[in-house]
């Protein structure tokens, strides 16, 4: 993966809906790199996002398919972001090195 993703590219590869992906960034959830289509003849704004944004992206989408609510999904990846540990009960959640990550 590299580069930046328009809203219908980062829904493909994040394996998400657009409903989802609008939801998180009203919320708050996760942060676009937005970019004003007024430059280029249009009227609006228009939504792309960067590496570390489309890994929550993914990251969320595993979240909710399990069943996972989008706050608790998005606090448990802050405190991973912050740490690469978290323990919940028995169990400890680790972010793996950036060689081992399975982005695309």
């Keep these: ?11 493909k590869v994040a394996g998400i809906s ?6 998180w960034v009203t919320q708050g959830y996760v942060d676009p790199a937005t970019f004003s289509d007024v430059a280029r003849g249009g009227t609006g704004n228009y939504r792309v996002f960067d590496e570390d944004a489309m890994r929550r992206l993914r990251d969320m989408g595993a979240m909710a398919s399990v069943g996972m609510r989008p706050a608790d999904a998005s606090a448990l990846i802050d405190a991973i972001d912050s ?3 978290v323990h919940i009960g028995p169990f400890v959640i680790e972010r793996a090195p950036a060689d081992e990550r399975n982005d695309r």
């Design 83 to 85: 740490t690469d540990r």
């Design 18 to 23: 657009y409903r989802q992906l609008d939801y």
């Design 1 to 11: 993966m590299s580069g930046l993703y328009a809203s219908g590219a980062a829904i």
